[in-house]
DNA sequence: ATCTATGGTCAGTTGCTGAC
DNA sequence: GTCAGCAACTGACCATAGAT
């Protein structure tokens, strides 16, 4: 029993320290923080920055393992998100009886850092023309993200349900919204309050700003690696064209080389047939000069030719 | 080519346990 | 008593295979 005891005792509790460092590292590896990388090898490229991260971290306190770490991070984005609602939910309460102590720096960072993340996506895939919404748009996402008290919601005419992440889903309508009495939210102290939410939210913004100018130098390393893959492309696609050329022209002249080798074939079968043909004539004629005792006359000659179907034009041109 | 079902993975949430 | 640690559960997303 007590050996089952150790085997599930817990390990000492996180410090400080490495909460700090451990948020200092997220706001550099949004990729890390939003847990999906966008490149190739992400599963392989995120193993390797938890382990690196874990090593850090070691130095700051108690040793973890990397998924311990990865629950530690998870349940810290989940605490800040509901001590943010904690934050909102007191702001609105009438008759201030209600109090929650602003966000610390560390659940300042926390909340810029998930919510470049979770809440409007991942900067690394952020589309071209979003980046001005999000600078400007963002702390009021992040302040009407939390539910509304029945009276202030709004419903969308022919609201349907959207396709998407549900943390997309719960960003609620604009606060300038139509058909619904101006003072509803008009008290001067909610006023007080919501903007001091607001610049609290600012400074997060601000971090997200600096995490969004990396991403965007990381960005145009990347395009320039890609135009430069660009033109090696078509240095190679200019050599794989001189040799399709070089391959035609290598089929070209096998072709040639064959029908040379045709003719030269047929030709050597007409000099063998013309050589066999002359032996014959030359043979016959040397029997017939023997049978005649030595006595040649030009006559004699043509008429062994004529006998043999030779012409003297056969003769003349081979 | 498009649609649908299925399985895997991961984030978020909740509730309990135990360290501090 | 507080809160980190942990397990279990749920839902969203994605990739893949099979059906149409």
Same mark, same amino acid.
């Given at each position: 029993?007590?050996? &089952? ?16 460092? =451990?948020?200092?590292?997220? %706001?550099?590896?949004?990729? =890390? ?18 382990? #690196?991260? $874990? ?35 007191? !702001?609105? *309460? ?8 602003? =966000?610390?720096?560390?659940? /300042? /960072?926390? =909340? ?5 993340? !979770? ?27 939390? +539910?509304? +008290? ?10 349907? %349900? ?13 606060? #300038? ?15 007080? /309050? ?24 990381? &960005?145009? @390393? ?15 696609? !200019? ?5 399709? /050329? ?5 089929? @070209? $002249? ?10 030269? !074939?047929? *030709? ?51």
């Amino acid at each position: 029993m007590s050996q &089952n005891k150790e085997e599930t005792k817990k390990t000492r509790r996180f410090t400080t320290a490495q909460i700090a460092e =451990l948020v200092d590292y997220m %706001s550099t590896h949004s990729d =890390l923080a939003s847990g999906r990388f966008s490149c190739a090898m992400g599963n392989s490229a995120m193993d390797r920055q938890w382990e #690196a991260l $874990s090593k850090i971290l070691e130095e700051h306190g108690p040793k973890k393992t990397v998924a311990q770490w990865k629950t530690v991070w998870r349940d810290l984005k989940c605490k800040v998100r509901a001590r943010l609602a904690d934050v909102n939910r007191a !702001s609105r *309460a009438t008759g201030n009886t209600t109090y929650a102590p602003p =966000l610390t720096e560390i659940e /300042k /960072k926390v =909340l810029a850092i998930i919510g470049t993340a !979770s809440a409007i996506g991942v900067p690394s895939m952020e589309e071209h023309g979003l980046e001005v919404a999000v600078l400007e748009e963002q702390p009021i996402d992040i302040e009407i993200s939390f +539910p509304l +008290p029945s009276e202030f919601e709004w419903i969308e005419p022919h609201a349907e %349900s959207l396709p998407g992440p549900s943390s997309v889903r719960n960003v609620t309508p604009p606060l #300038a919204q139509p058909n619904k009495p101006e003072n509803f939210l008009s008290s001067s102290s909610k006023k007080r /309050k919501r903007h001091t939410d607001v610049e609290e939210l600012d400074s997060a913004v601000k971090l997200f700003q600096g995490i969004q100018e990396r991403q965007n130098s990381t &960005n145009k @390393e990347l395009a320039t690696a890609i135009s430069k893959l660009a033109s090696a492309q078509e240095g190679l696609q !200019s050599v794989a064209s001189t040799i399709d /050329k070089a391959v035609a022209a290598q089929l @070209e $002249s096998n072709n040639l080389q064959a029908e040379a080798n045709r003719l030269q !074939s047929e *030709a050597n079968r007409l000099q063998t047939e013309a050589n066999r043909n002359i032996t014959a004539l030359l043979t016959e004629f040397l029997l017939d000069r023997q049978r005649n005792k030595g006595i040649l006359s030009h006559s004699s000659l043509v008429a062994t030719f004529s006998k043999k179907s030779y012409s003297s034009e056969y003769l003349q041109t081979n």
